[in-house]
């Protein structure tokens, strides 16, 4: 195994991580056909998880999504009983309106379900500083990561890394921002409670595939304590 990046141990030790295993690698693996139908199921897989996950929740929970598409996908599939507590990030919305929308209403106890994309894999920070004892902070305990975020620098200086250096550059760029949104669950030592969801089964196919998608993930090794997710049931 690599030396971990260098950051403060707790950082690692704190939460537990969910990862597929090989009975629901392939249903929560996103599909590489454009078929509806493929689709459709994947959906539908996706959302099973997200409900027993926000349902199991402790307090608020992040869904890092990689498109705006997929958040309306997955919306309304989390049921009229969650409704209320669903936040489902639009293109003009304000990152900064909308964490504090979710603050104040982990504070009230409604544990929040940000569907979000954009800005909130980088920057963003939902903690509860008017909580002196971190146990007791809550506002933020669940963190999904739907897939990985392959292909979403679209600056013009990535695209001319990409050009000179190829595809490598672009898996590069998702390991990077992966580990940026995963680091938007730990902000505070002490907190408990703190779940990483990595819902990409992507990183359990056979073959070169399954190895470049694993590999985009390696920074997951570095968390000692890991459970499989669940079977997918309705």
Request: glycine share 6%; proline share 6%.
């Amino acid at each position: 195994m690599e030396a971990p990046p260098f950051v403060v141990p707790w950082i690692y030790s704190t939460p537990t991580v969910f990862l597929p295993s090989e009975s629901n690698a392939l249903a929560l693996a996103r599909p590489e056909t454009e078929s509806e139908d493929r689709f459709e199921q994947w959906y539908r897989n996706i959302s099973l998880t997200l409900k027993r996950v926000v349902d199991a929740a402790a307090g608020g929970t992040l869904v890092l999504c990689n498109s705006y598409d997929e958040i309306r996908a997955l919306a309304p599939r989390l049921s009229s009983a969650r409704e209320m507590r669903v936040i489902a990030q639009e293109p003009n919305d304000s990152i900064t309106r909308i964490k504090n929308a979710f603050v104040e209403m982990a504070r009230e106890g409604n544990r929040p379900i940000w569907l979000a994309t954009g800005g909130a894999w980088t920057g963003l920070d939902l903690t509860d500083d008017t909580v002196i004892d971190p146990t007791k902070d809550n506002v933020l305990t669940d963190l999904v990561i739907v897939r990985i975020p392959l292909g979403r620098s679209r600056s013009v200086a990535h695209q001319l890394r990409v050009e000179k250096l190829g595809l490598e550059e672009e898996f590069v760029a998702a390991a990077f921002l992966l580990r940026q949104g995963i680091g938007r669950l730990i902000r505070r030592e002490g907190v408990e409670n703190r779940k990483i969801w990595f819902l990409d089964g992507r990183i359990l196919l056979k073959g070169p595939r399954g190895a470049t998608f694993s590999n985009m993930a390696k920074i997951l090794q570095f968390y000692p304590k890991k459970s499989p997710i669940p079977a997918i049931s309705t």
